[in-house]
């Protein structure tokens, strides 16, 4: 039964994916992910930490498989699995500190009671030839209980064959009082510090609609006086929905077609652009027209800041000539309608769903940990990833 009620959680997460009832919400995808997992920790039947984590792999592959563009949903994976390691070694630790002092402790009764028979040796006592002495019998020494734990402690930590009763209650209280609330304030936290970036009078330009974004400037707009350019972004016209949002938060706001953001760049301060993912390299996989803004911007040498929680910070590298892996996409109508197609029928027609942007073009990536260069990425996917479990 425990098996079957997380093969239902696993199903009915997929479904939700399937349907697109949390697409596009990268923090709704990350805090159902986190949901699942919890099911599959305290439902799944496992005694080691080894067990949980190829439990976790296999589990991940399968959504992964069904879904491979939602890397928020192997990013949570991995960090939760970066838990459990931690955890497992920390418990690993503790336990041969207290294996070492129990050692230290025997061995100096064992001192002091071999101290005190030898002062009851008669003086005319004889002592026995190495020989007879070697083959003497020995009581075994009566081991605790505990020790039981203990046999495979001298392996790697790597191993992860020793079992701890407390370990999935250690992993879950993590997830409920650090990784959930990280995750569920992250868009306050990188709000917070728009003050920092965002000055008065000043022409910000953006691309698209992403939640972060738009709390982002509604967040500058409380003690800051700016505009705002916002490219449609076409076909999806997102950006008609975040002009729309930063409108009713009574931010002085002009809407334009992307084929004007170039003609637009020279009058702009600064770029702020959501992502759907970071990749390894600190570029990023952002929506379509986002590499655009960013060649224009370089043009221009106005600074871009990209705006994500690290919960779509993904340790694997990516290119712009690799579509297939990469992309997704979409159906060509809303780019030509099938009426106009049906008149040219040796032309392809592409509707794709990212553009890739390489670092160079990314002046700052601001997160919930602060804002870093592209070039800091490697150190916050050490922190936050295992090395073996960054693989697909």
């Known amino acids: 039964m425990e098996g079957e009620e997380a093969d239902h959680c696993v199903e009915d997460f997929s479904v939700k994916i399937s349907q697109g009832g949390m697409r596009s919400l990268g923090l709704h995808v990350a805090v159902e992910t986190l949901k699942l997992l919890r099911c599959l920790i305290s439902t799944k039947r496992w005694s080691t930490a080894g067990d949980l984590l190829d439990i976790l792999r296999v589990v991940r592959k399968k959504l992964v ?133 965002i000055h008065n009078d000043e022409v910000i330009l953006t691309t698209g609609y992403s939640t972060t974004i738009a709390e982002f400037l509604q967040h500058a707009a409380r003690k800051r006086n700016f505009r705002v350019i916002v490219a449609e ?79 779509k910070l993904s340790p694997h590298f990516t290119c712009s000539y690799d579509q297939g892996a990469f992309n997704l996409l979409q159906s060509p109508h809303p780019v030509l309608p099938l009426s106009v197609a049906e008149m040219l029928p040796n032309v392809d027609y592409l509707n794709p769903t990212f553009d890739y942007v390489p670092p160079e073009l990314i002046t700052l990536l601001v997160s919930e940990l602060g804002s870093h260069s592209p070039s800091y990425i490697y150190r916050l996917l050490r922190d936050l990833y295992h090395p073996d479990d960054q693989d697909k």
């Open 65 to 197: 498989d069904a879904h491979p563009h939602e890397d928020v949903i192997t990013n949570v994976f991995r960090r939760i699995m970066k838990v459990i390691r931690d955890e497992y070694a920390n418990m690993l630790s503790a336990l041969r500190e207290e294996d070492a002092a129990g050692t230290v402790a025997r061995s100096s009764s064992k001192t002091d009671d071999s101290s005190a028979a030898s002062s009851d040796y008669p003086e005319n006592a004889v002592e026995l030839p190495d020989a007879v002495a070697k083959n003497m019998p020995v009581a075994p020494v009566r081991q605790h209980e505990r020790h039981m734990y203990l046999k495979d402690v001298s392996k790697d930590e790597g191993d992860y064959s020793v079992s701890f009763p407390a370990l999935d209650s250690s992993v879950l209280e993590i997830i409920d009082s650090e990784i959930l609330p990280e995750m569920e304030e992250s868009g306050d936290s990188i709000a917070t510090q728009a003050l920092q970036h």
């Open 233 to 311: 972004a076409a076909p999806s016209l997102k950006g008609h929905e975040m002009a729309t949002a930063l409108k009713k938060a009574n931010i002085e706001t002009i809407l334009i077609a992307d084929a004007a953001v170039f003609a637009m760049m020279a009058r702009v301060n600064l770029v702020v652009i959501g992502t759907h993912s970071i990749v390894a390299d600190g570029g990023l996989k952002a929506p379509v027209g986002a590499l655009n803004v960013c060649l224009a911007a370089q043009h221009h040498s106005v600074s871009v800041l990209a705006c994500a929680p690290m919960f």
